[in-house]
């Protein structure tokens, strides 16, 4: 198991299934779907749906393809908030994998609207009937943690409070709070929505959100060990230095591959990716 | 049964439905928690959030309490969406219901966020258990209806369009399609979700669906009447006179209350929300 090739294959599977529930370009208003698609596709690693994969076959109990609506929707999730954060009145970003940011290319208006639209879509994925059957609680339940992941005290809350202290903080604490929930709660969602899609019980969904988390912590900070000469307002490295920066992406990955040490051989592909999140070269 | 007494008993119950489920504006992040909250309170008339509650009553099987998580999730979009309209980029308004729009109060940063995150509470609520019981078919079945009405193809789209024919536009039939999918659908999910929270058949949801896009089209309409002085540049009024802008709005009220001409005396809330929805001098 090679997380690259992992990764690739189950980028192929989801971006089939995002192109098939995104309404295509030329429907109306063409603008809006356009705008919608121009960060989805092409997309990045697809790390978070990867891990959703990952997770439900973690479990061992149902085809990967179960967790097709959870790989979904943390990906449209994921991408409405870059869409936002890339906002003049946010970070102001131009470009965004190389090419024109959503603003830049159809301007402010339509990317607040095509973000708004993401974010709605990734409910509407969520709760739609999958390409696997899957339990009405199943699907209620997974909806109920991406919302919980997804808002104020999560992703949107960690996102206000790395605004708050854009003229940086020394208070390792806090950048570890805003990684918590900037970052770390949706790759946590992922892994667990995947799983509970492929039918986990609830000691494995404890065990695989702790998992998620201290997987989600460790791949922010190994972000800001790439990204050290931006010297981020938030940069764990920042705040830490650089080598205790690293040792504490190991101690995390650690404790989140301990969670998971006596799932055999099904657990394989989530540990390469939590592997890979966590010392990554780019 | 008197609509204005209607909407004011009904606007408390989802006031303190919403007050509760909410952050507190003390809890972390704080402006953020109090951003959320200062156009949720003191909020406009909860026209949508009664027509849940009326929805529900229209059925007659169970208290209208079942609908409080449609009603709550429905006024949420809707607040979240008049969030985004009023920003700079948007309709760049700095005044609403008389006091300063949230880019105006916390920053347009913050408004961005604080509209992110009252959408994903919205579904938070609804996919929550409501003081009343409810299969979880209906609550994900509501979930998926109001992501429906929210996404590219509702609520996001009408204001895509709106905003593409900010010149005006002599087009009727686009005039239409843009309230239909910015106001009308949000308003039919109101009825609707309640109704299914109220534990309606197939028969009765299709009859309000098609009762609550008239009378969501109608009240669109019906605030372009009010609103002539100031030219709207989608506005029905301007494209189709006030004679038979009026007549279209007493067209549509006719059809809706047909839908529900025999419900009895249970659907009379529906009725007379929908009297006045059309009719109101303000």
Redesign the interface.
């Known amino acids: 198991m090679d997380a690259d090739a992992y990764l690739a294959d189950h980028a192929a599977r989801v971006d089939r299934f995002l192109d098939e529930r995104l309404?295509p370009a030329g429907v109306?208003?063409e603008?809006?779907?356009a705008a919608?698609r121009h960060l989805i596709f092409p997309g990045g690693k697809r790390l978070r749906p990867a891990l959703a994969f990952a997770g439900c076959e973690a479990i061992g109990k149902v085809a990967a393809a179960a967790a097709l609506p959870a790989a979904a929707a943390v990906e449209l999730i994921h991408t409405?908030?870059l869409v936002?954060d890339d906002?003049p009145?946010?970070d102001d970003d131009a470009l965004r994998r190389g090419r024109p940011t959503v603003h830049v290319a159809f301007?402010?208006?339509?990317a607040?609207?095509a973000?708004?639209?993401l974010?709605?879509?990734a409910?509407?994925v969520l709760?739609?009937p999958g390409p696997v059957p899957a339990?009405?609680?199943v699907?209620?339940?997974a909806?109920?943690e991406?919302?919980?992941a997804?808002?104020?005290?999560?992703l949107?809350?960690g996102?206000?409070?790395d605004?708050?202290c854009a003229e940086g903080t020394e208070d390792a604490a806090l950048v570890e709070s805003i990684h918590r929930r900037k970052t770390a709660a949706l790759i946590a969602a992922a892994v667990v929505l995947g799983a509970r899609f492929g039918g986990a019980d609830a000691d494995a969904l404890t065990r695989l959100g702790r998992f998620g988390r201290r997987i989600g912590l460790a791949f922010q900070i190994a972000d800001d060990l790439l990204d050290r000469d931006t010297d981020g307002a938030s940069s764990y490295v920042r705040v830490r230095g650089e080598e205790r920066s690293r040792a504490r992406t190991e101690q995390l990955l650690g404790e989140a591959l301990a969670e998971i040490d006596e799932w055999g051989e099904r657990a394989e592909p989530l540990r390469e990716l939590a592997r890979f999140a966590v010392r990554r070269k780019q």
Chains 1, 2 share one sequence.
């Open positions: 309404p109306p208003p603008a809006l779907h919608m409405y908030s936002h906002l009145c946010m301007g402010e208006a339509m607040v609207l973000g708004d639209a974010q709605a879509e409910f509407a709760t739609a339990p009405d609680a699907a209620l339940t909806s109920r991406l919302a919980a997804a808002g104020s005290r999560g949107v809350g996102q206000a409070d605004l708050a």
